[in-house]
């Protein structure tokens, strides 16, 4: 029997399987798209952010969308300003939630840096502030009254700044869980939660 050659056909070929090619690698397709695109999203990131420990937590979790969507990713030219449009979501929920972590603060700091003869036992605050673990009022009192950030509260408790953004969110949950509890429950102390293998 002859074999007749067929030539290949020009033009773009989709990312389909496609008969005798090998199987579509994920890995390797999220490894190009972060190689050729990173330093652009993080640019991006940058323009938008006061800190660089920021921009890159949030470029982790750009391109942690991006692997969880990876096939929704367009193609070049699109793959980029899709990249942009998670980033950008990304920004938009950092930012929600560093103006809910900044108001929580605010409000604590407001309620328990009054003199202490004029913080009376009973207020909701100082009784939610009092039921927590040490560790939680440690933490809280490093944002609301010392003003550090996450890099600033690692290096003094000589941890990971991951560690303290695992163990602030925590704290933050169980505060604001006893700031809305019955004030019967205000005077039971919050329980601590099993530490997970990333809070170290």
């Known amino acids: 029997m002859t074999l007749i050659p067929i030539e290949a056909r020009s033009g773009p070929v989709s990312e389909g399987v496609v008969r005798g090619s090998p199987p579509y690698d994920r890995r390797q397709r999220f490894e190009e798209v972060f190689s050729a695109h990173r330093e652009a999203v993080l640019g991006y990131l940058r323009r938008r952010t006061d800190s660089g420990h920021d921009a890159a937590d949030l470029l982790a979790d750009t391109f942690l969308v991006a692997w969880r969507r990876l096939d929704d990713v367009p193609l070049d030219p699109q793959t980029r300003p899709w990249l942009y449009g998670v980033a950008r979501r990304v920004l938009a929920n950092h930012r929600r939630g560093e103006g809910r972590r900044h108001a929580l603060a605010t409000k ?23 039921a927590l673990p040490e560790q939680d009022r440690e933490l809280l009192s490093l944002v609301a009254w010392e003003e550090l950030d996450t890099a600033q509260i690692a290096t003094v408790l000589g941890v990971s700044r991951n560690a303290v953004r695992i163990r602030l969110h925590r704290a933050r949950k169980r505060f604001a869980k006893l700031l809305t509890a019955p004030l019967a429950n205000r005077n039971l102390v919050a329980p601590t939660e099993e530490a997970s ?3 170290a």
């Open 108 to 130: 604590l700091r407001d309620e328990l840096d009054k003199p202490e003869s004029s913080l009376p036992d009973d207020s909701p605050t100082a009784r939610a502030f009092s």
């Open 197 to 199: 293998h990333e809070d």
